[in-house]
């Protein structure tokens, strides 16, 4: 009985691998993947993404796709985490036959995706991952077929530390972060290092992993030292606890963090008093911007946040690409995407040379309750 | 005597040390002896600082203890260890989330008496979702129990830790669906809002957004309720066991089953009620956790469960008071190597005392000796 | 007798030899993708190290949660020594870790010897004894291996490269597995005296200092290249479904052999009734212990190669969650059978990976979670014995009989009794 088993498992086995090696027959849609964290550590991401990247697909077949076909979205939950990512890139690149990929919103999953992506000459935007790791290779040499559509963490760190410098009149600091988060790590560094540059004194710094809930050992230190600003430049998750507990603790120094913060999950009450550092406020009063903000709250019933507007930017920047180039080919796209500006609700996006747009970065302000647009710093 | 059976002629005292098995003990002296003095010259630096992070230590280890006797008591009567534990806290504290935010439970003193004293109701509500947590977590664990474990009473041990783990995994991800839990990391409202005090010549309370003088020992009317609770609840949960016929049938079935099946106690229900308490003390641990450290989602359950699991070890699985005291010396750990050495290091420290703690002392603190040897 | 051993084990190997044909034509015409080839290979992985537990577990009764640990000390160990020639260009990975596991091996051997002759030991002041050997071998290898590092690089870069890196890597992995053998040797000792539960206890332990060690590589203690949490990048990805196949091959012969011979059978009679087993003069500590060795370094072994498969790795791969992973594939294919593991291990991963992703309609993949346990369940209810039982493809079956009794691992057999059953004319 049990040999048939094996037998039929191998047989089952065996016959869905050849299911699978059957290739898809050509379709006459334009395949776009869309690799989001729609589950695991950052959830809210991934659905922003998700959902921003799918409103622009909607929008360019409404108004009849790209090279006369229309788009197909494919998506896949990549979970902000190496691993899953590189399954879900290798489907849709090897299942799907995509060339074309938005993602990921975490740099590590973006820096293991960018290595299959470049072997394979498939074209990926990441609209979110800031670490400069992401589009550089190991010996410094930029990626070719990598870009992406945000700022990168040294330009957000050291705008942040301006500012603390500039107009909060700030004099010490504490850096926490999580050590096992590349982006994470590299802003709290590029804060530090230009804090200190510019004439601060970084009094701190301490790590933690991205599993603690009790942070009252490090904060216990924060709160001997007493900085005029507490740097959190992590996830929305880890920042509501440790703004939580500082509070409780009378920490009364201005809590700072990056684009991780904007969330709807943001504990206003936790972070109060406190900034950071975004990829695009909601009332900046641009026309694109108002308008992209109507349309998708009509679809989603929410106002976008920072991912959603970088996914859809992402987006537009890789089907105005293709319409560019005339024909679906990712070689001739990237070169298009390399020196091409694309105009998007997030800012003027014109990549360098390291396929790295140069743009602003807005100041959010956190009090009673409120998101404000506080500063606009333009590069 | 052991006998002397090789006549080799190393020299004698070097071997006689290593006979009476003084290398092993001498380093593990050794070892200790250097924490002491670690911690010492610690205490002696900045008390403040120490004692600080001796009262964190004690928040965590309350409920790390209440999570903690849920295992030892499973374990000591059905040899079990219930994976799922774990999630049943996180249900807890979902529980409570959902009413608190949504129903608004720990308010309905007021609009049943809406004349008596702030602080009476939100008394009242706060007992009121812990009960009701405690109250689904009863339903949760007796459920799990009555289909997943009690058919496999008489299966090989593995087959029931496996299907633990496959309950646990279960409940995780059930609990990750977007009609359920939803897979965010929701923020927890609190029933009750959190007051600081800090001890600095006499115990003062700290004002909203000002900074404590230097020197002070912060704790939260948070401490208090979780210690105040736990106690209570571990007090009552000796006092059923030690003293109530349930109890004594708890004791009889963890000794000898089978005996205790002839002797005409109702095992089954005795197994039941094992972890029907198991079960209502992680539903209470979850609603203070989560009023420790306001943030629910579906994984909350994996660390606290680990650790509580451990410190379950560590006092000798099987044993109540072990549990205890096994949960507080992990919290201890955990606060002073995340306040002297590292944050990310303190896992690592905490299973090293166990591994430690083991090799001294095979079953635990307070473990009853193997009945089967090695 | 002899005929049917040469006819089962033709038949194995025949069986093996066509699959791999097979499945490498496949691959080299591109009929095989990617996705699918990394699931073959993280499959045959995922096999290696659920038949190292089975070893552990299915056949000694020993309950072992450590797999993962010696799993991630394979990983990095192997991915260190070949990041360290193809991105750094040095060969100092490879040397300091040869001249390490060299030296320590060395001295295990000695103070082993010297053991054996002095009156029994307390078994921590063995432990202790051996601990501060291997530290000081450690630092000998280092010092000693700042000496050869530049002749041996300098004679790997005459070789060409892509023979180089071959060679590396096949050293590393190897080296990876004697290290993860060390390990395990000096973990081991004292803690398989613990009871079964206390020992999958202390075993879980060392999963979880592994990992956190591992996040605090870069920062604590000083290995830039492994970036500590952030995960390490850049390992050359050499694990060709060649390599995969054929160290899956070797471990199930290994294993098949070492329970074949008399070995075998004192291993599995420890599983069985320890204390008959002492009191018919077999070492039990000495089998457990060589057991536990040898299943850790199936796991080593299978870590190095998992390295090379995606070129980086983190240690949250190795979180004490996944951990449970063997465990659940040894159970679900059966005890005590090694056919059962590999077809688990395949199966199980390919079909959560594989199918399923092809299968549930997008934005339903979480679902694979739920009905992942839900199958475990029914499973676990309606057959605790695991999908095969104690079945075995004739050239791996056992010479004895079937366990009589309930399966390890059941403290409600106090009073067994044995009944005399010899063992049948099967097998050779």
Redesign the interface.
Known sequence: MSKKLLIILSLLVIASMMLAACKPAGSSKLKLAILAPLSGPVPTFGVSTRDGAQLAVDEWNAKGGVLGMQIEAIIADSQCTPEPAVNAANKVIDQDGVHYIIGEVCSKASIAISDIVEKKGVVQISPTSTNPQVTKNVDGSTKQYVFRACFTDDWQGGSAAKYALTKLNAKTAFVLFDQGNDYVRGLAEYFAKAFADQGGTVVGQEAYTAQDTDFSAILAKVGEQKPDILYVPDYYPAVNLIGNQAKEKGITAIMMGGDGWDSPQLDLKAVDGGYFSNHYAPDDPRAVVQTFIKNYKAKYGVIPDALAVLAYDATNMMLNAIKQVGKDDPAKVKDVLATGSFDSVSGLIKLDANHNPIKSAFIMHIKDGVIKLDTTLNP | MDIQISPNKQSSWFSRALLKGYLGRGLLLLLGLLVAIRLGTELFHNPQLFVQQIVNGLQLGFVYALIALGYTMVYGIVRLINFAHGDVFMVGAFVSYFAVSRFRLHLWLNSVAPQLPNALTLLVGTISVILLSMFVCVLLGVTIERVAYKPLRDAPRIAALITAIGVSFFLEYFGALNFVFTPNFTTYQRPFEVTTWYIKNGIHRLPANTQPPSGSILFSNILVIIIITSIFLVTLLQFIVRRTKIGKAMRATSFDKPTARLMGIPVDTVISVTFAIGSALAGAGGVLYAIAFPQVFFWMGIIPGLKAFVAAVLGGIGSIPGALVGALIMGQAEALSAGYISTPMRDAIAFSLLIIVLLIRPTGIFGEPEREKA | MKLKVDRSALGFFGIAITFYVITQT?ISLG??????M?LLRFGAVLAMVSLGLNLI?GFNGQ?SLGQYGFYAIGAYSAADVTYRWT?LHSASGLVVLLLGVAFTGLFFLGVGNLLK?????????????Y?IGTILAGLLAVLLGKLFIPPITKLLLFIPEAIAAQIVFLFAVLLAGVLTAEVAFLFGL?????????FG??TL??T??VK??L??SD??FGFQEMK????M??IPQLSSWFWVFLFLMLMILIARNLLHSSYGRAIISVRED??AAKSMGIDVTHYKTLTFIMGSTFAGLAGGIYAHI???L????FN??KS?DP??IV??GG?GSI?GTI?AA??IY?VL???L??ILP??F???R??I???L??VM??LR?KG???T?E?PFLRQLLPPPLR???????NDHKVISPVLPTSEGG
């Open positions: 496949l009929v095989l993708n990617d996705f699918w990394t577990y309950f991105q002759r002095l009156p029994r030991m307390d078994t921590l002041s063995a432990f202790g004894l601990v004292p803690v398989l005296a613990l009871g079964s539960d206390y206890i202390a332990g060392l979880i200092i956190v060690l996040d605090n920062t604590m500590g949490a952030r995960g990048v850049g320890e204390i995606n070129g980086f983190h240690p949250d791969i004490f969650i449970f465990l659940i159970v679900f005890l056919t077809a395949f199966g390919m990976e594989g199918v992703r092809l997008q934005g993949e979480t679902w979670y739920v992942y346990p839900m475990l369940l676990m209810l605790p999908l095969f039982g079945f493809v309930k399966s390890p691992g059941s403290l409600e």
